[in-house]
């Protein structure tokens, strides 16, 4: 309830301008009561981008390994991740904007699992599309990351399910577009 609730006052207020008190008002508890779980604001925001990006990593380690063909590893990398926009668009948006208030060792962490991340995505990407030059593949894949970080942060009123094959279909199509 912590983390969920730091997650989503990071998001709409920004970290800097959230306090621990006001993480423990939004989980119910007080804010010293917030240490009796964690050491410092510090820490929630470590242990909840270290939890989501193992999350995702776990995840992607495990679409390569089962997937058939790389447009089934596209297709299935592509759903778990638009499945994580739509469930936890806090964390999403919170993983890719605070980043840099972690501590130097906690954003070394992140950048090594981010950079792992990406270069699945990037590898599938270059079994695809053996005619994109892998500098080019790495782009496109980081504007496809943006577009999702984008409708993590926005908050539209459409219909999450509606979202989900918006993005999907937008992912996929920016990937395998041929660019001129």
Do not use: C
């Not at 776990?58 to 991740?81: M, R, V, Y």
């Not at 094959?165 to 395998?176: D, F, H």
Request: charged share 25%; net charge negative.
């Amino acid at each position: 309830m912590i983390l969920e609730e730091a997650m989503r006052l990071f998001r709409e207020q920004g970290y800097a301008a959230t306090g621990i008190d006001d993480i423990g008002a939004a989980a119910g508890i007080s804010g010293p009561g917030v240490y009796r779980h964690f050491s410092s604001k510090q820490e929630i925001l470590a242990e909840a981008i270290r939890d989501g990006t193992d999350h995702l990593l776990t995840e992607a380690g495990d679409i390569l390994e089962k997937s058939a063909s790389p447009t089934e590893a596209l297709e299935a990398l592509t759903d778990n991740l638009v499945g994580a926009v739509v469930a936890h668009p806090n964390l999403v948006a919170v993983l890719m904007q605070e980043e840099h208030n972690l501590d130097p060792r906690a954003r070394r962490s992140r950048n090594r699992a981010y950079g792992v991340y990406l270069d699945d995505w990037v590898g599938i990407l270059g079994k695809l599309r053996p005619d994109l030059p892998e500098a080019e593949a790495r782009t496109a894949v980081h504007v496809v990351v943006g577009m999702v970080v984008a409708v993590a942060r926005y908050s539209s009123g459409v219909d999450p399910e509606r979202v989900a094959q918006l993005l999907r279909s937008m992912i996929i199509g920016a990937l395998l577009a041929e660019h001129a």
